[in-house]
Structure formats: structure tokens, C-alpha cells
């Protein structure tokens, strides 16, 4: 058993941090201790920003994203286009398609996608509230554009939502896949290949 050289406190503070994506127990130490020599211009305002966030921090009942405020700001937004809804599967997907200012539409997180591997099924997804929110009378929707990650379960989910939505007069596509901006063909896998080629358009 390794004996501590930190009081409770500080231990707590680095297993929380090990928590983190990306941050394993070392890397959680560093950063715990990084803080700690920092306390004033560190410590001590990030301590006050997670309070006041988790204290302030919601859901968006409406397309799931997590805001202050509910309806979240991208919602209450009029300079959207209402007429374009964006399916993703989490809110970090979200924050990456804003990040790139390549839209200006509204969006839809459902919250995963289906692994029944991993037990989770539709209803463990915020699907049903999707399809009403499209089927919704006063709702202006006109085209969904399902931008989940090209996975097999990413892709099993894009189909099943495909399903959900039969009947309803939307105008449903999909993100692009293929070559990245930037990629050399002899560093790219086979399925972004052959998605490349299906995928090509006219020059």
C-alpha cells in the first residue's frame, strides 16, 4: 500500500480530477498540484465557477443542450433558421458544429446512440421527444440534417431515427463522409475511403 504525502483534502482533490476525460492519476496530481500553487489565480476562482455552475447550470428541455437558462440561448436565438434542425449525439457535437460556425440553425441532442450491447435502447435516448418536436404543428422544421458519428452504432441510430420520422414531410440528410480537409489518402482508412467514393460530387 502506497503511503500518502497529502492530507485528505488534497487526495480528494486528485481523485476527482482523475475523473476527468484525459486525466489519468499522475497527470490528475500534476494538475491538483499546479492548482495548489496557484490558489489564488486558480484554485480558488475555479472552486467559485463549478459552485455557481452547478448551481446555475440546466437542461434544455427542448433540444437537450445545457445552458443557464431553459430554453437554452441557441433556442431563444431568432437569428436561427428554424426551418433546419441538427441531430447530434452530445452536447460536446454540438459545441463543435457552433465552434465551427459552418450553420446557423437550431439543434436536437439525443443523448447517445443505441448499443444494446450496452443496454441502451431508444428509450434511454431523447428520441420520442425528437419526433414530437418535429411533428409538432407550430413547428417550422424543414430538413434534419443527422450529424451523429459515422459508427456503426452512430449509423445504426441515424436509421432508426430514419424509422421514427416515416411519414412526417421533413427533408432528412446526413453530414458528408470522406476524405478531411487537409488528409493524404495513403494515411486514411479504408471505410473513409470507400465513404469518399460513395460520397463523391462533381468538381
Same mark, same amino acid.
Given at each position: 500500500?502506497?503511503?500518502?504525502?497529502?492530507?485528505? !483534502?488534497?487526495?480528494?482533490?486528485?481523485?476527482?480530477?482523475?475523473?476527468?476525460?484525459?486525466?489519468?492519476?499522475?497527470?490528475?496530481?500534476? %494538475?491538483?498540484?499546479?492548482?495548489?500553487?496557484?490558489?489564488?489565480?486558480?484554485?480558488?476562482?475555479?472552486?467559485? %465557477?463549478?459552485? !455557481?455552475?452547478?448551481?446555475?447550470?440546466?437542461?434544455? =428541455? =427542448?433540444?437537450?443542450?445545457?445552458?443557464?437558462?431553459?430554453?437554452?440561448?441557441?433556442?431563444?436565438?431568432?437569428?436561427? #433558421?428554424?426551418?433546419?434542425?441538427?441531430?447530434?449525439?452530445?452536447?460536446?457535437?454540438?459545441?463543435?458544429?457552433?465552434?465551427?460556425?459552418?450553420?446557423?440553425?437550431?439543434?436536437?441532442?439525443?443523448?447517445?446512440?443505441?448499443?444494446?450491447? #450496452?443496454?441502451?435502447?431508444?428509450? /434511454?435516448?431523447?428520441?420520442?421527444?425528437?419526433?414530437?418536436?418535429?411533428?409538432?404543428?407550430?413547428?417550422?422544421?424543414?430538413?434534419?440534417?443527422?450529424?451523429?458519428? %459515422? =459508427?456503426?452504432?452512430?449509423?445504426?441510430?441515424?436509421?432508426?431515427?430514419?424509422?421514427?420520422?416515416?411519414?412526417?414531410?421533413?427533408?432528412?440528410?446526413?453530414?458528408?463522409?470522406?476524405?478531411?480537409?487537409?488528409?493524404?489518402? /495513403?494515411?486514411? #482508412?479504408?471505410?473513409?475511403?470507400?465513404?469518399?467514393?460513395?460520397?463523391?460530387?462533381?468538381?
Amino acid at each position: 500500500m502506497v503511503k500518502s504525502v497529502t492530507g485528505p !483534502e488534497i487526495e480528494r482533490l486528485i481523485q476527482i480530477l482523475a475523473r476527468l476525460p484525459g486525466l489519468g492519476p499522475r497527470s490528475a496530481r500534476r %494538475a491538483a498540484l499546479h492548482l495548489i500553487k496557484k490558489k489564488e489565480t486558480l484554485l480558488e476562482p475555479l472552486a467559485l %465557477a463549478a459552485r !455557481e455552475a452547478a448551481e446555475k447550470v440546466k437542461i434544455c =428541455t =427542448t433540444c437537450g443542450n445545457v445552458d443557464t437558462s431553459d430554453p437554452c440561448v441557441i433556442c431563444l436565438d431568432p437569428r436561427r #433558421d428554424p426551418a433546419m434542425l441538427v441531430i447530434v449525439e452530445d452536447v460536446a457535437d454540438l459545441w463543435a458544429l457552433e465552434r465551427a460556425a459552418a450553420i446557423n440553425c437550431k439543434y436536437h441532442v439525443i443523448g447517445g446512440t443505441l448499443s444494446p450491447l #450496452d443496454g441502451i435502447g431508444p428509450d /434511454d435516448l431523447n428520441i420520442a421527444s425528437l419526433v414530437n418536436r418535429i411533428s409538432d404543428e407550430e413547428n417550422q422544421v424543414k430538413e434534419i440534417i443527422i450529424a451523429v458519428n %459515422a =459508427t456503426v452504432e452512430g449509423q445504426t441510430t441515424a436509421h432508426y431515427i430514419t424509422d421514427q420520422l416515416e411519414g412526417v414531410e421533413v427533408k432528412i440528410t446526413r453530414l458528408a463522409h470522406g476524405v478531411p480537409v487537409g488528409g493524404e489518402l /495513403d494515411y486514411l #482508412d479504408e471505410g473513409t475511403l470507400t465513404a469518399a467514393i460513395k460520397s463523391r460530387s462533381n468538381f
